[in-house]
């Protein structure tokens, strides 16, 4: 029996559809609904909608077309990955002014997610650094969608709206970005370990007052006394004379080479594994150089690590408690997971960030507060457990990230997402027929299920 072809996101959840690869990503983009990149958002949203089962993949358009040595602009083609830019450009003392949890993303995923990292508090989204895009529109009638450049001066609304747009207001071809130079290709890290939540946030607000780069590693299986332990992560670049003379080589990288058993990642031994990561942490705490790698992308080190959740696949939820206040609703928010989570999907990593201020991408996730970030397994039981914690979040007048979702229902991603008529109205005037649509935007009534097309009026 030959099975249709499936795509999916990095959380694995399946849906029937295939990649059309070409490096001549402008033809390729006038012949699909949406353009993905390498797969690294966890939910639905790099996935055809229904009926439309082919998705344009971009990274085999992955060329430099200009770099400035001297200031550091960078112009490329949106196939072109963060890890080949990293390889490139580190050793000439260039990096990515905003990088987030992995390497393994293309430009295009990059800027249609409006990505943060562990220096959103000081540096935004990667939006406040995009300079200019190209972008290919809707078709409209029988005319191929055209080509067009937006920038700040040049459709301001087109550049906002695709800044965190998840690929519905057009296919990103190129982007222009401003890179930030480094003193070296070192990081010096320090961190240092928390009993538990409140001490844990208060060293994570400190931190950043102080640090260009901080996020917190939480123990979210520990409870009682122990709830919310963890771990807080400060860094920059290293000066020259801190780091070693020669640039780091590059990791040794395993993989998981099968789907794992969908028992193997169970509570215990997440619990346990928590447990002995919180504790071999120095009571004293850690300081000294580190590998980019190491420091930006520990997850990278295990290809394939999405496999140990086995066929069940998994979900992250990340949302954004808003300041003032943020310490509270997230000492809420962990009340809400711990009862939703009792019996169910346990929440296995749990990552805290503080946000700086609102990016200009039109639904840009992050705003001052703190990101909560966690990874659920996809059991039974899971619809309810997103539930309870978008309802949280929107007692708290937080938002949510749409790169990780797979979960949120219609009307609470409406009470979530306030600036979303003003999306719409904007998605409109750029593809007014609705062609432009993923699983993500029929699932969240962005699309209706029939078809490419407009929903209600915004
Ligand atoms: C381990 C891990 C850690 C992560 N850490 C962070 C983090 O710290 N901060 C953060 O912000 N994100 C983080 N992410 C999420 C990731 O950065 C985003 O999901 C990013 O969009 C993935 O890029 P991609 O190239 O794989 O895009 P895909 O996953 O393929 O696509 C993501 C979205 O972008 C759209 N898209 C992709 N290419 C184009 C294009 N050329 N034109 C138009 N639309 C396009 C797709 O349609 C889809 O809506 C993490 C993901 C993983 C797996």
Redesign the pocket.
């Known amino acids: 029996v030959t099975r249709p072809p499936t795509l999916s996101?990095?959380g694995r959840l399946a849906v029937p559809g295939r990649e059309l690869r070409s490096e001549d990503?402008p033809a390729l983009a006038a012949t699909a609904s949406?353009?993905?990149?390498?797969?690294?958002?966890?939910g639905d949203?790099?996935l055809p909608a229904p009926g439309h089962d082919r998705v344009a993949a971009?990274p085999l358009a992955d060329r430099i077309l200009a770099f400035d040595p001297e200031s550091g602009l960078l112009r490329a083609e949106?196939?072109l990955s963060l890890a080949e830019m990293n390889r490139l450009l580190l050793p000439r003392g260039w990096f990515t002014p905003v990088t987030?949890?992995?390497q393994?993303?293309?430009l295009?995923?990059?800027v249609?997610?409006d990505?943060?990292?562990k220096n959103h508090h000081v540096a935004g989204t990667f939006g406040r650094h995009v300079r200019s895009l190209v972008v290919r529109l809707a078709p409209r009638g029988d005319h191929p969608g055209s080509i067009v450049r937006c920038s700040r001066d040049e459709l301001l609304d087109l550049f906002r709206a695709t800044l965190g747009g998840?690929?519905l207001t057009?296919?990103?071809?190129e982007v222009e970005v401003q890179l930030e130079h480094v003193p070296s290709p070192w990081i010096w890290a320090e961190s240092d370990r928390y009993p538990a939540l409140e001490p844990l946030l208060s060293a994570l607000r400190a931190a950043s007052r102080e640090w260009p780069m901080t996020v917190a590693w939480v123990d979210a299986l520990a409870s009682g006394r122990k709830r919310g332990r963890g771990i807080v992560h400060r860094g920059r670049w290293a000066e020259p004379r801190e780091a070693p003379a020669r640039p780091p080589a590059p990791a040794r990288r395993v993989a998981v080479p099968f789907e794992a058993p969908s028992w193997l990642l169970n509570r215990p031994a997440v619990a346990l594994a928590n447990a002995l990561l919180w504790r071999r942490h120095p009571a004293r705490g850690r300081r000294g150089v580190a590998t980019p790698e190491s420091f930006f992308y520990p997850?990278d080190a295990v290809h394939y690590w999405n496999r140990l959740y086995g066929r069940r696949g998994f979900t992250q939820y990340q949302c954004v408690l808003p300041d003032p206040g943020a310490e509270e609703a997230t000492l809420r928010f962990f009340d809400v997971l711990e009862r939703a989570t009792t019996r169910g999907p346990a929440p296995f990593l749990c990552v805290i960030k503080d946000c700086g201020g609102e990016g200009e991408g039109l639904l840009s996730?992050p705003r001052p507060g703190l990101s909560v970030a966690l990874d659920l397994p996809a059991d039974p039981g899971i619809q309810d457990v997103v539930d309870a914690l978008n309802e949280t979040v929107i007692a708290a007048g937080g938002r949510i990230?749409l790169?990780?979702d797979a979960f949120t229902r219609p009307e609470h991603f409406r009470s979530l997402e306030l600036r979303l008529p003003e999306f719409e109205r904007i998605r409109r005037r750029y593809d007014p027929e609705g062609y432009l649509a993923?699983a993500?935007s029929v699932r969240l009534g962005l699309t209706p299920p029939g078809g490419p097309h407009f929903s209600e009026d915004p």
């Open positions: 996101g990095w990503l949406l353009t993905r990149g390498l797969g690294r958002s966890y949203s790099s971009s949106a196939g987030p949890g992995t393994l993303v293309t295009g995923g990059i249609a997610a990505v943060h990292g998840m690929g057009g296919h990103v071809l997850l996730f990230y790169a990780k993923s993500q």
